[in-house]
């Protein structure tokens, strides 16, 4: 087991999730001692961190099946899935502002009140 899997493990347990919780909302805690110049271990880490927050989050919000979390290839194909899907929801939603901006239809102006 490279160390990149065992980083990957650590992030994905309950104790390094509920760490990280903390740490984002209290801004005087630190996950490290040096608060620049992340090593690419800590940068894989917090990446990490965040990858599986995300996944624990969907699931919370039974956007997910937990099955997602029994191998790592579910784990990347969901979060490459979400990926897509998201990319998809920008592409659509571009095209109906596009629509909203070059329509034929003649705008009112709003009424003013006689007080």
Do not use: W
């Amino acid at each position: 087991m490279n160390i990149e899997q065992k980083l990957r493990q650590l992030s994905k347990t309950t104790q390094h999730q509920n760490v990280f919780s903390v740490v984002k909302e209290v801004t005087n805690l630190k996950l490290f001692k040096n608060s620049r110049d992340l090593s690419r271990l800590q940068q894989f880490y917090i990446s990490y961190l965040y990858f599986y927050h995300d996944i624990y989050m969907d699931i919370e919000l039974k956007k997910v099946n937990p099955k997602v979390l029994e191998c790592e290839l579910y784990e990347d194909a969901y979060k490459i899935y979400k990926r897509e899907k998201k990319e998809d929801n920008k592409k659509d939603s571009k095209a109906k502002d596009v629509h909203l901006v070059f329509s034929n239809k003649k705008m009112q102006k709003p009424k003013r009140g006689t007080n």
